[in-house]
């Protein structure tokens, strides 16, 4: 079988609306790529008989965050790596426990904000 020249150049053109849906509609019918079909309604020597590819699924719109909390959240996590390296400074035991007790209280409270907003606990 003689190899096929490769699709090395685009062609691409404007249409209504319906009739992008309905070619898309027609397409999907036969099983083939909108380009293949396209091809084979113009000329059926050049349809490639490649199956359509699958479309990713859309992602969520994005939500703008409220400019105070990503303030507030970024001093927390300020105030968090401040208390991590006093306590990897620390050489005494007891205030390392006093900081890290700190620590678990600061971790308890950000989860019972994150459960009341309505988060998951990924952690």
Known sequence: ?????ALDARLAFRLPDDVATDWRKRAAAAGVSVSDWVRAQVD???ATGVAPRVRRPQRRSFVPADPELLRHLAAIGNNVNQIARRVNSLSSGVDRVELLVELA?????????RERQGGSDAH
Request: proline fraction near 12%.
């Open 1 to 5: 079988m003689p190899k096929k020249p």
């Open 44 to 46: 059926v020597e050049q």
């Open 105 to 113: 209280g600061i971790r308890d409270e950000l989860r019972a904000i």
